[in-house]
């Protein structure tokens, strides 16, 4: 499954795709404000981490899609955590330092949330952003989320739980 912006391809990530992951997540800037990511992050993580986004798409639980520009692969963004009861999924999305500042993560996550919406019979997307994260806020914000609530939550990279906000967009 692919998906194009204007700039961007969004594409399964293969296995060559790895050692690029890796590299992205061996910034513990980009980790620190990610749930469930460790850090260091190796390269034996970022295989096992494709792996499972191949497992979650035959099971139509997710749609995680590495990120390439121009200059290569830029991040990830997906959709994730698909609640057939709530009829919502959670949006997620990281991009390795050199790509931050070029609008790629708004890009990509607008692609993803109509995706999404097209893809699952769905009322709404909630993302999670930790406070600490106004570049993240304001992703979200662009892209028409409402905030919906304070809450806390683990970070396996910061070891520590982390004061975040809920946002959805709901369908329209």
Known sequence: MELKTDRLTLRFPAKDDAEAIQQAL?????????QVV???YTLEMARDFIGLVQ????????YIAAV?????????????HWDKDKKQVELGYWFARKAWGN???????????????????????IVSVFDDNPASKRVVEKLGFKETGPH??????????????????ART
Do not use: N, Q
Not at 26 to 34: A, E, P
Not at 113 to 121: E, K, L, T
């Open 26 to 34: 061996d910034d513990s800037d980009v980790v620190r404000m990610l």
């Open 38 to 40: 460790p850090y260091p």
């Open 55 to 62: 497992d979650e798409w035959e099971k139509k639980a997710s």
């Open 68 to 80: 390439i520009a121009p200059s290569g692969l830029v991040g990830l963004a997906g959709a994730h």
């Open 103 to 125: 609008g790629y993560a708004t890009e990509a996550a607008k692609a993803v949330c109509d995706f999404a919406f097209d893809h699952w019979p769905i009322d709404k997307i």
């Open 152 to 169: 806390t939550i683990y970070s396996v990279g910061r070891k520590a739980e982390v004061s975040a906000t809920w946002y959805d967009l």
